[in-house]
């Protein structure tokens, strides 16, 4: 969804199995399944309990709003699993979707079907003003959305602020090549701390990448104070840009949103809907003000 400034514009508890598999050449690695059952259970089966079964060597996604709904993904490889200070993050190879990235129990990309994430949170923001010049990213580690800012030839600056890059430039050379472009300046920290700092009519645009399924830190991400400096961020004219959730399973929650964004962006509110396979909802929606 996307926020115009000012002016119109065209949990399930899981439990953990983590069994040891042998590849073709003998050589074991750590395969990570979740199965959603009770702690405490025998075989995981309570009364009323629906149960699902543990997939050996396989990860299985489970939409944080939606337990009923995932996706399982064979791993044919662990490339990396590590913790920051800040985040847990798992990423393996599969033979379908290639790399897949895994941050504090959250699916976040995977190499089959980033780009769509990334596309749309980025040119429908930055092709709905005329020649966007300054441009902030909030979170966005991975380097894909920078990816997209940089095929801007007007934006002129691209700051972006996240906790940590973790192994991205490494794993995902293809995504994070948005890194190279000179125009961009990094800053390690916490994104909120970040936008309280800013001041007032810096940014023609503001991209926020991180929504609420991403836990603590995306939540506050989106709440009423943040977004207020947001907006004092943005010049008059200015769009802000955040994912949403799919309208086809958390309508209300959208509607929550948009209200929310109408009364402190006093602008026109877009949102569009587009779809990402690799995650357990399918569908996923942008807003843009």
Request: proline share 6%; charged share 20%.
């Amino acid at each position: 969804m996307a926020f115009q400034n000012g002016v119109s514009s065209s949990p399930i508890k899981a439990m953990l199995h983590v069994p040891t598999i042998e590849t073709n050449r003998n050589e074991p690695i750590e395969i990570i399944s979740f199965s959603p059952i009770q702690n405490g259970t025998q075989n995981g089966v309570q009364d009323g309990d629906s149960f699902s079964p543990v997939f050996p060597g396989c990860y299985v996604d489970i939409a944080p709003f939606y337990p009923e709904q995932g996706h399982v993904y064979k791993v044919e490889k662990v490339i990396f699993k590590g913790k920051s200070q800040y985040q847990d993050l798992f990423v393996f190879q599969t033979s379908t979707h290639g790399k897949v990235v895994i941050l504090d129990g959250s699916l976040q990309l995977t190499e089959k079907d980033e780009f769509a994430y990334q596309e749309m949170l980025t040119h429908l923001p930055l092709c709905s003003i005329p020649n966007p010049k300054k441009v902030l990213l909030i979170g966005g580690g991975d380097g894909g959305i920078l990816r997209e800012v940089s095929r801007h030839a007007c934006v002129e600056q691209i700051d972006i602020c996240d906790l940590d890059k973790m192994v991205y430039k490494k794993h995902f050379p293809d995504i994070a090549i948005g890194y190279k472009d000179p125009r961009v300046n990094s800053y390690i920290g916490d994104g909120v701390a970040f936008i309280k700092s800013v001041p007032p009519a810096t940014y023609d645009a503001i991209i926020i990448d991180a929504f609420q399924g991403m836990g603590a830190y995306a939540t506050e991400l989106s709440n009423e104070d943040i977004l207020k400096s947001i907006a004092k961020a943005l010049k008059p004219g200015g769009v802000m840009s955040a994912p949403a959730d799919s309208i086809w399973l958390n309508n209300f929650a959208m509607e929550d949103t948009i209200t929310l964004c109408r009364n402190i962006f006093k602008g026109s509110i877009h949102s569009a809907a587009f779809s990402l396979p690799a995650f357990a909802k399918s569908a996923m929606g942008s807003k843009y003000a």
